[in-house]
């Protein structure tokens, strides 16, 4: 048969959603628990919080970036 859809949280008839309560409910509500996020702590938070952070990482992967380019330069040019 067809089920008919409502808006409201209780069900139009009661004996196949219970019966789908009986046979899935109980799995929901132990995959809700396990999915639960613990709170991060000391490595595992934002490393790059405040702004000036975020300048000094983008400074240190750009200088980064120049010294590599500086040696692929020199290893090309002795080739």
Same mark, same amino acid.
């Given at each position: 048969?067809?089920?008919?859809?409502?808006?409201?949280?209780?069900?139009? !008839?009661?004996?196949?959603?219970?019966? %789908?309560?009986? @046979?899935?409910?109980?799995?929901?509500? #132990? &995959?809700?628990?396990?999915?639960?996020?613990?709170?991060?702590?000391?490595?595992?938070?934002?490393?790059? !919080?405040?702004?000036?952070?975020?300048? %000094?990482?983008? @400074?240190?992967?750009?200088?980064?970036? #120049? &010294?590599?380019?500086?040696?692929?330069?020199?290893?090309?040019?002795?080739?």
């Amino acid at each position: 048969g067809f089920i008919t859809v409502t808006h409201g949280t209780t069900p139009s !008839f009661g004996a196949a959603n219970d019966f %789908e309560e009986e @046979k899935h409910g109980a799995h929901r509500r #132990k &995959a809700g628990k396990r999915s639960r996020k613990r709170k991060a702590t000391g490595a595992d938070e934002q490393q790059d !919080f405040y702004r000036f952070q975020m300048k %000094e990482t983008r @400074k240190k992967e750009v200088q980064d970036l #120049k &010294a590599r380019f500086e040696e692929d330069l020199k290893k090309v040019r002795k080739m």
